[in-house]
């Protein structure tokens, strides 16, 4: 069934430098989705323990896209938490499809259309791919990293900033819990767990910031420390 209501979430911790290109990519990827059908698109930046100008940056970047807008702030410093905030926001909204990103990643612009092209073939989990921006890393860090990290349909991955669920399976699975790191992995083994149907794929591979010292230390930026240092 294809959803006539998404709603995007992204935690955000300390990220005005990164908020702006992100909601461009996002709002690109609605604009396509709206364009193959009527369909209302719901974002929720979530502001978790921001010191810097985080909210700001989303609320000038998100009214200049035309998008819809929810900024929600927590104390919570965790990024299970965020998520689990920004998507009961949208299942409140009435969502029945959440698409999942990070503050330092940009998503394709088929993101969106992609994710409801195969919801409507009957899944109800789909894992996308994540790639380093290679601008902040050298040729020869992005090569290891490449030589290391499939890129393929049935990869093995599960990540956070490139990560989509009907909110029954995502209900049916208890939901993302308070964890600091792997709250994106642990949900993806119980919906999977439930019998929902899942696919993993690279049609819609985000690119990511490739820093090393990123927000979450056992996500993705430690990912990249380990392997490259």
Same mark, same amino acid.
């Given at each position: 069934?294809?959803? !006539?209501?998404?709603?995007?979430?992204?935690?955000?911790?300390?990220?005005?430098?990164?908020?702006? !290109?992100?909601?461009?990519?996002?709002?690109?990827?609605?604009?396509?989705?709206?364009?193959?059908?009527?369909?209302?698109?719901?974002?929720?930046?979530?502001?978790?323990?921001?010191? %810097?100008? =985080?909210?700001?940056? $989303?609320?000038?970047?998100?009214?200049?896209?035309? *998008?819809?807008?929810? *900024?929600?702030?927590?104390?919570?410093? @965790?990024?299970?938490? /965020? !998520?689990?905030?920004?998507?009961?926001?949208?299942?409140? *909204?009435?969502?029945?499809?959440?698409? @999942?990103?990070?503050?330092?990643?940009?998503? +394709?612009? @088929?993101?969106?259309?992609?994710?409801?092209?195969?919801?409507?073939?009957?899944?109800?989990?789909? *894992?996308?791919?994540?790639?380093?921006?290679?601008?902040?890393?050298?040729?020869?860090?992005? =090569?290891?990293?490449?030589?290391?990290?499939?890129? =393929?349909?049935?990869?093995?991955?599960?990540?956070?900033?490139?990560?989509?669920?009907?909110?029954?399976?995502?209900? /049916?699975?208890?939901?993302?819990? $308070?964890?600091?790191?792997?709250?994106?992995?642990?949900?993806?083994?119980?919906?999977?767990?439930?019998?929902?149907?899942?696919?993993?794929? %690279?049609?819609?591979?985000?690119?990511?910031?490739?820093?090393?010292?990123? !927000?979450? +230390?056992?996500?993705?930026?430690?990912?990249?420390?380990?392997?490259?240092?």
């Amino acid at each position: 069934m294809t959803p !006539r209501h998404t709603g995007v979430v992204i935690p955000a911790r300390n990220e005005e430098g990164f908020l702006p !290109r992100c909601l461009a990519a996002v709002a690109a990827a609605v604009k396509n989705v709206e364009a193959a059908g009527p369909v209302r698109v719901s974002v929720a930046v979530v502001l978790d323990s921001c010191t %810097d100008g =985080s909210a700001e940056a $989303a609320a000038q970047a998100g009214a200049g896209l035309g *998008l819809e807008l929810h *900024l929600l702030e927590t104390a919570a410093g @965790n990024v299970g938490a /965020a !998520r689990a905030l920004g998507v009961d926001a949208m299942l409140r *909204l009435g969502a029945g499809w959440i698409a @999942n990103t990070d503050a330092d990643t940009v998503v +394709p612009g @088929n993101w969106l259309l992609m994710q409801h092209q195969l919801a409507e073939a009957g899944y109800g989990l789909i *894992l996308g791919t994540v790639v380093p921006d290679a601008a902040d890393l050298t040729a020869e860090h992005l =090569s290891i990293w490449h030589s290391r990290h499939e890129l =393929s349909e049935g990869h093995p991955h599960v990540h956070g900033a490139n990560l989509g669920f009907s909110a029954a399976a995502y209900t /049916a699975a208890g939901g993302f819990t $308070a964890r600091a790191a792997h709250e994106d992995v642990q949900l993806a083994e119980r919906i999977k767990a439930a019998g929902t149907a899942w696919i993993a794929t %690279d049609w819609i591979r985000a690119v990511t910031s490739g820093r090393r010292d990123g !927000r979450t +230390p056992e996500g993705f930026s430690g990912f990249l420390r380990q392997l490259l240092n």
